[in-house]
């Protein structure tokens, strides 16, 4: 494979701008350009957020995501088209994120910010808030999302186990379950976070069955995908009280339409797909980019290959 000219689709524009991405590859070796979706098909490989019919004319698609979950996966296959993403860059950027909305539940800053919108001064019921330090969370999938997730957890006091297809031990996890063992998992902690990917195995991984599993003091927090969730059974559960509350930035439908019950729920944060976001974004991106330049350079396999 050679890259001699290499597209910057403007899609990525959802999370930086793309110029800032095009002056951070210039002079790495091929000719760096924005494209639309037509323009995309004149060029070797293709960074992009989306994913569009003509990128199957390129020889290498660049996801700026983790998730490949939008990406014809088949297709690419037969097609000959090779397919990165961008696992291994955000376990500060969510770890951090998922630290705060355990923090704003714990801590109820999330009810004070509200509060705050009405301008109300309303002290919390006295049995409401707790420290996290001494309190448990179970981390499911412990890639770099979940590795970055328990690393701040450790750093909280708390106590942190996991789940992963394996069940091999991770290192600053307690105890680390094999996905069989999902149930007995999420049976006790007081958060359950998802960091897997969206996978036909992960597909509605938590239903009815596995909030009903929960302690019913317990937060399901969700920066995977929506569809990993039963969306309704989570409604349900949180109307219910078969769990005390969530922290969602994905959800089944994105936007989350305006009409959903979670917008309002009392313990519930909503946060816009918005968990990864952070300035240095394009920088890391531009590292993984010009890694896999280097190695087609050299003849050697992509890193973070997907397809
Ligand atoms: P990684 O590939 O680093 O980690 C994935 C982890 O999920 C692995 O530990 C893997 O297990 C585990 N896993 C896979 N299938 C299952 C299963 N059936 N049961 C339990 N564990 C499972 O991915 P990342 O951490 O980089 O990203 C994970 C996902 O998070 C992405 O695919 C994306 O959808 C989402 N994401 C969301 C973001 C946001 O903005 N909200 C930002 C970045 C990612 P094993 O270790 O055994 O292989
Ligand atoms: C844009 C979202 C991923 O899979 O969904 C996330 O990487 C990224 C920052």
Redesign the pocket.
């Known amino acids: 494979m050679q890259i001699d000219r290499l597209g910057i689709h403007d899609s990525v524009s959802a999370v930086f701008p793309p110029e800032q991405l095009r002056d951070a590859l210039s002079g790495t070796g091929p000719d760096v350009g924005i494209v639309d979706d037509q323009s995309a098909r004149e060029c070797d490989g293709v960074v992009t957020f989306a994913h569009e019919e003509e990128f199957l004319d390129c020889d290498w698609i660049h996801s700026i995501?983790?998730?490949?979950?939008r990406f014809p996966l088949d297709e690419l296959e037969n097609r000959g088209v090779v397919l990165t993403n961008s696992?291994?860059i955000?376990g500060d950027?969510?770890g951090e994120t998922v630290a705060g909305y355990m923090l704003m539940l714990a801590r109820r800053l999330g009810q004070y910010a509200r509060q705050q919108e009405r301008t109300e001064w309303d002290r919390p019921a006295w049995d409401v808030p707790f420290t996290l330090a001494g309190e448990s969370v179970c981390v499911?999938?412990?890639?770099?999302?979940?590795r970055g997730i328990a690393e701040r957890a450790n750093a909280l006091g708390m106590e942190v186990t996991g789940?992963?297809?394996?069940?091999?031990p991770v290192e600053g996890v307690d105890r680390v379950y094999a996905?069989g063992d999902?149930h007995e998992a999420i049976a006790g902690p007081t958060f359950v976070a998802l960091?897997?990917?969206?996978?036909e195995?992960?597909r509605g991984?938590i239903g009815e069955a596995e909030l009903a599993a929960m302690d019913e003091g317990s937060h399901l927090i969700n920066?995977?995908?929506g569809g990993v969730v039963d969306q309704e059974a989570l409604i349900s559960a949180l109307d219910e009280e078969g769990i005390r509350g969530a922290a969602l930035?994905?959800f089944a439908e994105e936007p989350l339409p305006e009409g959903s019950p979670l917008w309002t729920m009392e313990d519930v944060l909503v946060t816009p797909?918005?968990?990864?976001y952070t300035r240095g974004y394009y920088e890391s991106i531009a590292g993984l980019v010009q890694t896999n330049l280097e190695r087609v350079g050299a003849d050697e396999p992509f890193e973070n290959r997907v397809v």
């Open positions: 995501q983790a998730g490949y979950d696992t291994g955000h950027s969510v499911v999938g412990l890639g770099t999302l979940g789940v992963r297809r394996s069940g091999e996905s999902l960091a897997t990917p969206l996978t195995e992960t991984l920066v995977a995908r930035d994905v797909h918005a968990a990864a």
